[in-house]
């Protein structure tokens, strides 16, 4: 009886072991098909992930670097860090015909080109590898510039957020004096917060001068108390790791001077301009009207020496390099223009296309927009969207939002 007893246990022991076993085998069997059939996938997203991180965790050094280049050669407050920009810095002591960055026989045409105008527009490259930009010929320029007779009536609204630039809004005001578009159409608001020096102060002479001897519809400077941002010598404003606060603070600010600035009118465009660019073609406005659509950038550049170089990378066309690049990224990293080459196309490498191209991301140096799309909601993210923020972030926002964007190559901004 009792062996019998024993004997239906060890069975049942068994049994109950042989069940453990095969629920056991059955997991191993799940994970490894699991696995065979996610790793692909994992794989492609892992080496994009990796990619961004080496990018972030090198920055600094990188940065580093950089800094003391420009600090050298006296170039502070420029956004010139794509690969071949930085490898031009680094041969500073080689004169400009003997560049040698990639794509070394373009590169020595285009340093040249001021003495030798271009007698035709370079083809649009793969992505942009260089920031130099050659002169082209006037007969060129000219063709790409005319503009119809035409008798403007849209009121426009000019915005503009201040912080820290008291030095620079003279040469801002000069800028905008010199517009030929109908002074008594235009409305220029500043928006300013977070200033350490008399920025508010020199922005409420400016708009007075604005309106009473330049004969502007309205002008005036407001104070936001708003905080946050990043502020403080060029190196910490410009590192990378400091990009996320930084953008993020300026959609802020500009969303918020374009709540007041669309309460002052009935105003058909709104016009972003920088306070530090250095100069404005007289007909920037006509220009960018020009182009038909309801978000239109020029080109903004820099002067150094004798070259003329892309200042704001953030005016640009995706590339299938760069959207593969993006494939995997997780969504909530935030992609910048200038510290590690993205692949894409900067706006002025696209004079090929013709005189307006379209665009996928758009800078603010000089940035006309339908007041309607602000109207039914388009502003400037404060958050990363779609991997981007700010004036990126508003591009992409636009395009979902199915409204044009687009740049005009030809029409050049310059900044300090
Ligand atoms: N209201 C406000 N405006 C700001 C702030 N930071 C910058 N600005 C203004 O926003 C515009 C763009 O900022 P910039 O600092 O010139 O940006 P950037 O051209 O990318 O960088 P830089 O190389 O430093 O010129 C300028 O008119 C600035 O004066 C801020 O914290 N608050
Ligand atoms: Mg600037």
Redesign the pocket.
Known sequence: MLLKKMSVLCNRRVLMLLFYFHLVLLGVILIVAYDINVSPKETQYLKAYNRWRAIRENFDSYHEARAKQDGRLQMR???MDAVAGFDFLRDNNKRRSNLTISNGVHQQVFASSLENPLKFIPKVPEYSASDIVPYLSDNITKKYLELPRTIYTYKIVIL??????AHVLDNYMKQLAKLSYPHNLLSVYF?????TDR?FDMATLIADDLKTNYGFHDAAAYH?N?S??V?GP?GE??SRSSQYE?RA??AV?RNT?LKVGLKHGEFDYVLWI???IKQLPVDLIQQLIYAKSDVVVPSCLFESGDLKRT??KNSWRETPASIEDQEHLPKDILIVEGYSTTRRIYLPDLKAEGRVVRLDGV???ALLIKANCHRRGLMFPEKIYSNHIETEGLAKMADHMGFTVVGVPFVEVF??
Do not use: I, K, M, Y
């Open positions: 407050g420029r956004q503009t957020p201040v912080c820290d630039v928006g300013e917060d977070s200033s920025t936001f708003a946050g941002g502020h060029w404003v410009h930084r603070h300026l600010s001077l920088d306070s530090d200042f704001d800078g603010g140096c900044h300090n």
